[in-house]
């Protein structure tokens, strides 16, 4: 097995190979800080659903390395957030053993229970590099995570950037603090150390790593696979002709407020410019998208359109400008409520793939039943009054695509897992009934959408519990593209009954009363009669489209 060679960080961006190496080895460092992370997390959100992510930066700031399975948003959020924190205290200020930490949506990812945790790395007085993680708490006080909240006052604990640690000395005073003000406070003090522990050890095998290399620093390798990222999505964008690409989006709305997504995408040359304009103002319902993750959310899927294959860092996107205009949904003004931002968020993939559909047919894919991620919160008591807090991460259907059918109950543009039913039954007293595919849900075409499912939890405590529904695509389910046709919608019951079930809001939870909620499909790809018989004929041996939806959609 070849290693790198002791060497200076000059020559070695000269060596295509040792180039390649060393990449690889920043990204296994991340990886291992991202096992960490889970190896010592407390909550199943972290340990089970993947809610987190892990980066390396260099001296300057730039993304080199990201962990491989972490939440696209965070990945390129993070950055951002780092950005604001050397305005709050520059870099010279910084000292071993200092950890800073912040939750503040306009700063960090978009809304309060995702934290981020920063640490300088140092090889004695000489600042080497940063390493970060962002990872969503299983609680953060407040109202519980719901959509209904009128103002970020509302949705929890607000932590500005503070330092966590100071020379290696816990911030006493901001931990109880954290612990007063949360439901769950061993879980989420718990996970936020664990991001201390990520962040350590990714540390540490940086420091290994620059000992074994000789190298002194990492900025100008950093400089050179940024570059090489940066050149690679160049290339992608100038293969797409130049001109204005347009794409629109209705999107299921407050209730008492429409909520439309409009994109005009610019190409000329290799750069690409993303505007919102004419996209939907701000509105009172906590669905408002910061645009720190507006970009995050635009830049992800067109990267994973256009250049899928280069391992992602700062240079990937910086020939995408995004525009929001501020005072729009995309773009909320502090203290609008954001909790519930992914409802809208997740939704731009979709529009922008409709934009750039024309010019770039075979890239793109159909609108996901799993974007946006719908949720289900349950917090309440145990019968013997122990509080708990559970979330369910459940996936629909992704969009189908330009060659093959869409992946059942898989989440994109986020990649949120669903976790072990055992583990949310073991954590909360919720028995799951069942968690099935649902038949039909997936779009119909030439390529079927992926498929929906569909969950029935009870309430088996003694108590009351609050519940909290986030759900899109009850009136607007997953679009296809090119003749394909929608997925199914979403839909929730509550013994029955949908009609006093608010779908992005708060009720409440009765001992032995079923919920079902179902998750919308995604949309197909391509006219449907263009169908391979065999496809569609293995599609119905397995119960995933019924005789009749065959001779309805794809038999005329």
């Known amino acids: 097995m070849r290693t790198v060679p002791s060497t200076s960080?000059?020559?070695?961006?000269?060596?295509?190979?040792?180039?390649?190496?060393?990449?690889?080895?920043?990204?296994?460092?991340?990886?291992?800080?991202?096992?960490?992370?889970?190896?010592?997390?407390?909550?199943?959100?972290?340990?089970?659903?993947?809610?987190?992510?892990?980066?390396?930066?260099?001296?300057?700031?730039?993304?080199?390395?990201?962990?491989?399975?972490?939440?696209?948003?965070?990945?390129?959020?993070?950055?951002?957030?780092?950005?604001?924190?050397?305005?709050?205290?520059?870099?010279?200020?910084?000292?071993?053993?200092?950890?800073?930490?912040?939750?503040?949506?306009?700063?960090a990812s978009g809304h309060l229970p995702d934290t981020t945790v920063v640490m300088p790395v140092f090889s004695?007085?000489?600042?080497?590099?940063?390493?970060?993680?962002?990872?969503?708490?299983?609680?953060?006080?407040?109202s519980i995570w719901s959509a209904d909240t009128r103002q970020v006052y509302e949705e929890g604990f607000r932590i500005p950037p503070t330092l966590l640690f100071a020379r290696d000395q816990p911030n006493e005073l901001l931990i109880d603090l954290i612990r007063a003000n949360v439901r769950l406070p061993e879980q989420v003090v718990g996970d936020i150390m664990a991001q201390v522990a990520a962040g350590q050890i990714a540390a540490r095998r940086l420091l290994e790593l620059a000992a074994e290399t000789g190298i002194d620093q990492f900025d100008d390798f950093a400089e050179e696979v940024c570059h090489r990222a940066d050149a690679s999505m160049r290339r992608a964008i100038s293969a797409i002709p130049d001109g204005s690409y347009l794409g629109t989006r209705e999107l299921d709305g407050t209730g008492e407020e429409p909520i439309r997504i409009q994109v005009a995408i610019e190409v000329r040359g290799d750069e690409m410019t993303v505007d919102y304009a004419g996209t939907s103002a701000e509105v009172a319902m906590s669905v408002n998208t910061v645009f720190n993750y507006t970009e995050a959310y635009t830049c992800y899927p067109l990267k994973c359109a256009?250049?899928?294959?280069?391992?992602?860092?700062?240079?990937?996107?910086?020939?995408?400008?995004?525009?929001?205009?501020?005072?729009?949904?995309?773009?909320?003004?502090?203290?609008?409520?954001?909790?519930?931002?992914?409802?809208?968020?997740?939704?731009l993939a979709g529009v922008c793939y409709q934009a750039l559909a024309p010019a770039i047919p075979d890239r793109v894919i159909a609108e996901s039943g799993s974007a946006p991620t719908l949720l289900v919160v349950v917090s309440g008591a145990w019968p013997d009054r122990r509080p708990f807090t559970s979330i369910l991460f459940i996936n629909g259907g992704m969009g189908a695509r330009p060659t093959s059918d869409g992946l059942t109950t898989t989440s994109f543009p986020s990649n949120i897992g669903c976790g072990s039913m055992e583990s949310i039954e073991a954590t909360a007293p919720l028995r799951i009934w069942r968690k099935d595919l649902v038949q039909d849900s997936g779009g119909a075409g030439q390529f079927r959408g992926g498929l929906g499912q569909e969950m029935e939890l009870e309430l088996i405590s003694t108590q009351t519990a609050a519940l909290s529904?986030?759900?899109?695509?009850?009136?607007?389910?997953?679009?296809?593209?090119?003749?394909?046709?929608?997925?199914?919608a979403a839909h929730a019951t509550l013994n029955g009954r949908s009609d006093q079930l608010p779908k992005r809001g708060r009720s409440r939870l009765a001992p032995a009363d079923r919920l079902i909620v179902g998750y919308p499909g995604g949309g197909g790809f391509g006219d449907p009669q263009r169908r391979a018989p065999a496809a569609l004929n293995s599609d119905i041996a397995a119960g995933l489209v019924s005789e009749t939806a065959a001779g309805q959609l794809y038999r005329q």
């Open 469 to 488: 529904l986030l759900i899109e695509r009850v009136a607007h389910p997953a679009a296809g593209i090119f003749g394909g046709g929608s997925g199914a």
């Open 124 to 142: 004695g007085d000489r600042l080497l590099g940063w390493t970060a993680s962002t990872a969503h708490m299983a609680d953060i006080g407040g």
């Open 306 to 347: 256009l250049d899928p294959s280069t391992p992602r860092n700062e240079g990937s996107y910086r020939s995408i400008r995004v525009i929001a205009p501020e005072g729009s949904i995309l773009n909320p003004r502090f203290p609008a409520p954001v909790n519930a931002r992914q409802l809208v968020g997740h939704c």
């Open 9 to 107: 960080s000059g020559s070695l961006i000269q060596d295509p190979v040792g180039l390649e190496i060393l990449w690889t080895r920043l990204i296994a460092i991340a990886d291992e800080a991202a096992a960490t992370l889970v190896r010592t997390s407390f909550s199943p959100i972290v340990r089970e659903s993947n809610d987190f992510s892990c980066v390396v930066f260099d001296k300057s700031a730039n993304i080199i390395a990201e962990n491989t399975i972490g939440i696209p948003s965070f990945n390129m959020t993070i950055s951002r957030t780092l950005g604001h924190l050397l305005k709050w205290r520059p870099a010279e200020r910084w000292r071993s053993g200092d950890i800073a930490i912040t939750n503040d949506p306009w700063l």
